[in-house]
């Protein structure tokens, strides 16, 4: 991509999320995340992450988006399903699957868009570790639940799990 395109692409993105944090230097990353979440997410989450539909969960300032890295690229690969709390709210939304209509590549970017955009951490997530978690829970044919999410990555890291997803924080 030339740098006149970029710097154009960079000035749309910023204008079609008003809530942006300028980091130019994470630019590529989030323009190409921004576009899918656009497509894909927005419709439910708000173009400015703060989810008009009563149903839907922010994701701007969510805890999970500060949380680690799998239980955030599992949500996208097999859905989600209630009750889930978020900021304190408690939802009981049900969130589809996109292990077979995203990449890789698209689920670490769209990720890292909202890491970025929308949440005080500015840990990457890449597309080979979503790789791995892709396989790992390939047998998998239902959406996940809250409970399921910690059980599944309380074992190796507790306290980080525990204070990464407690509600509220
Ligand atoms: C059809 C509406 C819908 C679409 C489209 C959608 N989501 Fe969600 N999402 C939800 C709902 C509903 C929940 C909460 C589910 C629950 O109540 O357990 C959720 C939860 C989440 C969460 C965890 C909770 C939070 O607020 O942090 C993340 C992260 C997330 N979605 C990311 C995405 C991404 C990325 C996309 C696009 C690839 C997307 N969603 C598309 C409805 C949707």
Request: charged fraction near 25%; charge should be neutral; hydrophobic fraction near 40%.
């Amino acid at each position: 991509m030339n740098l006149l395109r970029t710097v154009g692409v960079a000035a749309m993105v910023s204008v079609a999320f008003p809530g942006c944090k300028q980091r130019p230097q994470r630019g590529t990353e989030a323009i190409r995340g921004a576009a899918i979440y656009m497509e894909k997410c927005a419709v439910c989450h708000g173009q400015d992450g703060l989810s008009p539909l009563p149903s839907c969960p922010p994701l701007r300032d969510s805890e999970w988006l500060a949380g680690r890295n799998e239980p955030l690229i599992a949500i996208v690969l097999d859905g989600l399903r209630g009750p889930l709390v978020v900021k304190g709210n408690t939802y009981n939304g049900l969130m589809p699957a996109w292990r077979d209509v995203l990449s890789d590549e698209e689920i670490a970017s769209v990720l890292n868009f909202l890491r970025l955009q929308w949440s005080t951490s500015d840990k990457l997530i890449s597309a080979s570790e979503t790789a791995e978690l892709r396989k790992k829970t390939k047998m998998r044919q239902t959406f996940w639940t809250d409970s399921e999410l910690r059980e599944a990555w309380n074992a190796a890291e507790t306290e980080s799990v525990d204070s990464a997803l407690k509600p509220g924080k």
